[in-house]
C-alpha cells in the first residue's frame, strides 16, 4: 500500500494544482517511482490511498502502465493518517501474506527485497525501516522491538511498556513489512497514525522490529527545500 493521501502542505504552491503523490523528481512522479520498486521488489497488487485532488491521482493511475492491479481508497472527507488509512483500506487486502506499507514522499535505493525476506524470516508482526540520520524525532527500540518514540525537539515522549535490555532509537524511514494479521487489530477510530497502533500492540505483546536500511540513500521531499535537494540528487546520479 502506498500512502498519498497527505496534502502536501509544506510543498505549496507546488500542491496547489497537483497532490504530492505526482510532484515530480527526474520527470518522474513519486508515485510511479514508488509503485515500480515496489512492484520490482515483488509486489503484484497495489493499493493506493486517496484525498487531495482525487480525479488527478486516479487519471494517473488509469493510464499509467505499472504491470500489476491498481486499487484506489478514497478518503473523501479528510486524510486520516497513516493508521487510519490503512484500516479504511481493509478491505481492499487480500491478507495472503505480508505487505509492504509506504510513504509517498520517500526517494530511498533501500533493498526492499531483502527488508521483505528479513521480514519473512523472522517472528514479528511488523518490521520498520530505520536509518542513521540527523532528526530530532526517534522511534525507540529494546531487545523486543518497538517501545516508544520521542521527539527531542519538544521534549515530547511516549512509552507504551517499560524497556527490556539494551535500547537505541532509531529515524523512521517510512517503509513497513506488515503482517496482514495486524488489520484486524487495529482498533484505534477516526484519524491516526498507524505508529500508535504499533505501540499499543507492542505493550500487548507483539513484536515491532526495527530495520536498518544502512547506507543506503534516503530523502523525504516532504517540504520545498527537500524536493529540490533530491531533484539535485537524482540529476547528478546520487540516488536512481
Not at 71 to 98: M, N
Amino acid at each position: 500500500m502506498i500512502l498519498a493521501a497527505g496534502l502536501g502542505t509544506r510543498l505549496a504552491p507546488i500542491t496547489d494544482t497537483i497532490p504530492k503523490a505526482l510532484v515530480e523528481v527526474g520527470g518522474v512522479p513519486m508515485l510511479e517511482r514508488i509503485a515500480r520498486r515496489l512492484v520490482a521488489a515483488g509486489a503484484d497488487r497495489l493499493i493506493v490511498n486517496v484525498h487531495h485532488h482525487v480525479d488527478r491521482i486516479e487519471t494517473f493511475l488509469e493510464n499509467a502502465d505499472l504491470g500489476v492491479e491498481v486499487a484506489i481508497s478514497r478518503e473523501p472527507e479528510r486524510p486520516l493518517g497513516t493508521g487510519g488509512g490503512v484500516k479504511a483500506a481493509r478491505a481492499l487486502f487480500r491478507r495472503d501474506r505480508p505487505f509492504f506499507l509506504h510513504n509517498v514522499d520517500i526517494l530511498t535505493d533501500a533493498d526492499l527485497d531483502s527488508m521483505y525476506a528479513d521480514h519473512v524470516g523472522s517472528d514479528a508482526s511488523a518490521s520498520l525501516a530505520v536509518g542513521r540520520r540527523e532528526t530530532s524525532r526517534f522511534l525507540l527500540f529494546d531487545e523486543i522491538g518497538l517501545y516508544g518514540w520521542s521527539n527531542t525537539g519538544t521534549g515530547d515522549s511516549v512509552t507504551a511498556r517499560e524497556p527490556a535490555g539494551q535500547t537505541d532509537r532509531w529515524p523512521f524511514a517510512g517503509i513497513h513489512v506488515v503482517d496482514s494479521e495486524l488489520l484486524d487489530l487495529l482498533t484505534e477510530e477516526g484519524t491516526f497514525s498507524i505508529l500508535a497502533a504499533y505501540l499499543r500492540l507492542s505493550a500487548a505483546g507483539h513484536r515491532i522490529v526495527a530495520w536498518d536500511i544502512g547506507g543506503s540513500e534516503w530523502m523525504e521531499i516532504g517540504n520545498l527545500e527537500r524536493l529540490e535537494r533530491a531533484r539535485r540528487a537524482v540529476a547528478e546520479g546520487a540516488i536512481g
